[in-house]
Structure formats: C-alpha cells, structure tokens
C-alpha cells in the first residue's frame, strides 16, 4: 500500500505557483519523498526528490516539514503542460531485509492549470 | 532526453498469443528495473521487479507464469504476456534504477500499449 495521502485533484491559474501537498505521516528516517507526474498515456515523469533538506531543480521546489510528515511541491508558474497527474512517492527501501527497493504508487493528485 | 526506453509503444495481438515488451536503459547499467500495469483511470500498479542475473520478484497477486521476465544484460528486461487474453489488455510501464548520484533515481519508461483482440 502507497504510504502517502494526496488531495485528489486541485486547479491552478496559468502563470501563478501551484502547491501541491503530500501527507507521509508513517515515513522512516531514511526513507526518500520523491514526485512524479503523469501527462495522458505517457509514462511517469521524475520531477523531484528529497530525504530531509527542502531541494529546488529546473522544474521543481520540495519542502518537506521538518519533522518529515508532509511536503509540498511547488511549480513557480505553473503552464497549461503543468496539467498532469502528481504522485508523492514515498520510496520504500527493502534492501536491508533482503527484498528489493520499489515505488509504490498511490492515486496522486489530478492538477489542472486553467488559462 | 530519455533515459528508459520501452518497445513497442503499442501492439494489438491476438487472443492466446504471447507478446514480448522491451525496457531498455539508454547511458547507464540498471542491475534493477520494475514493471508496472496500469488501467484506464487508475494508479500505476508494481507487477514485479526484475534483477539482472536472478528471478524476478512478483508483487502478489500477479501470475509469474503468466507474465514472463527477464533481465538477461545490464541495460535490458523484457516482459512476455503468455496466452494473452483480452483482460490483459492494459498500459505496460517500466522503470529503471539509475545508480548514479544523491538517491539513485528511478526513470521510467514512455509505456506500451497492449491490445488483445
């Protein structure tokens, strides 16, 4: 089971920030929070990831609260290629036990970016 | 660019054939790549991971039989849907582990499309 909560859909207006929120309340200490989307019959896009520190790249902000139960991705100005389904993806590493490491995908959140 | 490739993007076979999906890992050695299905509206969901030089590891629930891996070279796992029925017709994603740098990110691959008549 998908150890994340997402809303399941939010609206932004082209051109402003779009915050999307993830809950992970379960989240082990060396356990990553990483962001994927999904663009209509493509498959899942890497966008972000972060363990404890808030990260930016090119496409991205991840902040993530200081005591790890949440986080926020934010695309600074949003566009109308921005519209796609968000997964909060917290990455569960089996290794130690001898399993291996997966994404476990939960519903995620359906951003629409309006003109 | 893309750094997980899958082939074919899309196929139609007929009922009880069997069908082979390439994912192939473009500049780097991926010693791990999942395989995912995905029906229309619904979350991806984790089939099996394929590791290079063993068995693949099937989630529950998903016929090993069935749903043939393989993970024969560093940069490429391969899928075969045996005796394809029309239920199995279904968006086929993969992903690879790509083990440089903070995290050893997971890329996926664009999907294929597999419709049986």
């Known amino acids: 089971d998908a150890k994340t909560t997402q809303p399941t859909s939010m609206d932004c207006a082209e051109g402003r920030a779009a915050n999307l929120p993830c809950n992970h309340s379960t989240i082990s200490g060396n356990e990553y929070v990483y962001w994927y989307r999904q663009i209509h019959s493509q498959g899942p896009q890497y966008i972000i990831h972060?363990?404890?520190n808030n990260e930016t790249n090119e496409m991205a902000s991840l902040i993530i609260t200081e005591d790890r139960k949440s986080s926020t991705l934010i695309l600074p100005h949003a566009t109308l290629r921005d519209t796609a389904v968000y997964y909060c993806i917290v990455r569960v590493d089996y290794r130690t036990q001898g399993g291996s490491e997966k994404l476990v995908f939960g519903k995620g959140t359906k951003l629409t970016v309006n003109p | 660019g893309a750094v997980v490739s899958q082939h074919p993007s899309w196929v139609i076979c007929k009922s009880g054939t069997s069908v082979k999906i390439e994912c192939r890992s473009l500049d780097f050695q991926a010693t791990t790549m999942f395989w995912y299905r995905q029906f229309p509206k619904q979350s991806l969901m984790l089939m099996a991971t394929s590791n290079e030089g063993s068995k693949a590891t099937y989630e529950q629930g998903v016929e090993k039989d069935k749903f043939l891996i393989n993970h024969a070279s560093l940069t490429l796992s391969t899928l075969t849907v045996t005796s394809a029925h029309p239920e199995d017709s279904s968006f086929y994603i993969c992903s690879a582990r790509r083990p440089t740098g903070y995290g050893n990110t997971i890329y996926f691959g664009e999907g294929s499309w597999l419709t049986v008549v």
């Open positions: 972060g363990l404890k």
